[in-house]
């Protein structure tokens, strides 16, 4: 970047590493210097929760707030009835009304924890783009928006150019995402003098359209600033572990999993994710992020405790870096392991091999085997996996290796929880209720 912005949140995203691409970056850093800028983030609403790998347009809501600018959250309650074909390989799910409602309310538990809300100058409003797209008339929309969008110039952006080169189906209503987002970016200027539009580096081309849009009808200014996609130092995005998902809701994903995942990133990452994803000044996190050997495991712990702290609260953090230290230092139980609850019915009835199974005083016996444990646990996905891990001899329960997955279980061995480990870095509890 060969300018350097003076503007505080400009400077701010340029030093922490969230600028890839501004339409003009010298014009909007004026534009924050000179007063309030609105800005926004879309959000669709494809999931319950959202992942790790949303908190970067998160963080960027965050430091608009942080430094004297108002964000605007915005809830795709409308355009994810369409879908984004944006990096995408294939047609997304189509998702009824219902679906897509009940996770705007699992989604809106997270912005409040980065995000003031309220009706002050600076306070975002939550906004949901199906008050207006909901309301469009299709023949007056395509006369009123869709003049200024040409069939040439959708078909050169990156979106819908490398589906079509892949050959893959791109459905006409996903080809219509790009009018729809666009049409947001101008109904956010009209209604609330929004005048910036962030998101990621897929986004670029509907974001660009969008502030094109607006010069185009209202002669109005409008800048778009992207993100870089941000992977791990294996590759790998952001958002995704061997596990699935990193989630943000709690019911999703419990604070001390989520926790964990920070404590366990690679050593170059620290630094770096610092930066992004915490409020700690720069420095401080270049310092931290510099460290070596073991001094490396005191800034991890830093990063988890600072990143779980803004989601679930410093509480939260305290208690997971406890049950860790419990867990690896004194190899204790810890009470903050995410827990398993198993019933009677979890478990098979037999009877003894010399007895009569049709009589019913035949005593029968209650069993449950080890590898089904760590399935209900979510140590390991399948049975073939749980084969893998136990051969290993990565398989514990109460800190003992256990290699035969047929080992069994009485309900009267859940006289306390036992503790399973999936090799030295995950674990769980499981109690009979």
């Known amino acids: 970047m060969t300018y350097h912005p003076k503007s505080e949140f400009l400077h701010e995203l340029s030093t922490r590493g969230f600028i890839a691409d501004c339409t003009n970056l010298q014009e909007l850093d004026e534009k924050l210097i000179s007063g309030v800028v609105t800005g926004y983030i879309g959000f669709d609403l494809t999931a319950t929760s959202l992942h790790i790998g949303n908190l970067v347009q998160i963080m960027l809501l965050r430091w608009l707030q942080k430094t004297g600018h108002r964000p605007i959250t915005l809830m795709g309650g409308g355009t994810t009835k369409v879908g984004d074909p944006s990096g995408k390989d294939e047609m997304r799910k189509i998702l009824t009304v219902a679906q897509i409602n009940e996770n705007a309310g699992g989604i809106r538990k997270v912005f409040s924890r980065y995000i003031s809300y309220g009706d002050g100058p600076l306070d975002s409003p939550l906004v949901n783009n199906a008050e207006w797209l909901d309301q469009l008339k ?17 078909l050169a952006f990156e979106s819908v150019k ?3 080169d892949r050959e893959q189906p791109l459905s006409f209503i996903e080809f219509n995402y790009m009018l729809l987002q666009s049409y947001d970016f101008l109904e956010l200027n ?14 670029w081309g509907n974001i660009v359209s969008g502030a094109d849009l607006i010069r185009r009808v209202d002669q109005a200014d409008a800048y778009g600033l992207t993100t870089p996609l941000v992977t791990r130092a294996d590759g790998k995005k952001m958002g995704k572990s061997a596990e699935g998902a990193v989630w943000l809701n709690e019911d999703m994903m419990s604070p001390y999993d989520f926790w964990q995942w920070w404590r366990n990133v690679a050593d170059p990452d ?14 401080e996190c270049d310092r931290l992020g510099a460290l070596a050997g073991s001094e490396i495991n005191a800034a991890k712990i830093r990063l988890a405790n600072e990143v779980t702290t803004l989601l679930h609260g410093a509480e939260a953090a305290q208690a997971a870096e406890a049950t ?3 867990v690896f230092e004194k190899g204790g139980i810890g009470e903050d392991l995410p827990t398993v609850t198993l019933s009677l019915n979890d478990f098979s009835e ?5 007895s009569d199974p049709s009589d019913p005083n035949t005593p029968r016996t209650r069993r449950i085997a080890a590898h089904s444990l760590f399935l209900r646990a979510g140590l390991v996905k ?32 859940f006289a306390e929880p036992l503790k399973l480990s999936a090799g030295k870095k995950r674990h769980a509890l499981v109690q009979l209720s």
């Open 138 to 154: 299709y023949i007056d929309f395509l006369r009123d928006i869709g003049q200024h969008f040409t069939i040439n110039r959708l």
């Open 162 to 164: 490398s589906r079509l």
């Open 190 to 203: 009209r209604r609330f003098g929004c005048s910036l539009q962030m998101g990621g580096s897929d986004q």
């Open 270 to 283: 620290v630094g770096r994710f610092l930066k992004l994803f915490t409020d700690l000044p720069v420095a």
């Open 324 to 326: 860790a230290r419990d």
């Open 350 to 354: 037999e009877t003894p091999l010399d």
């Open 382 to 413: 399948s049975g073939k996996e749980a084969k893998r891990l136990f051969a290993e001899q990565g398989a514990r329960i109460n800190d003992t290796v256990i290699t035969d997955i047929t080992t069994q279980f009485e309900p009267n061995d």
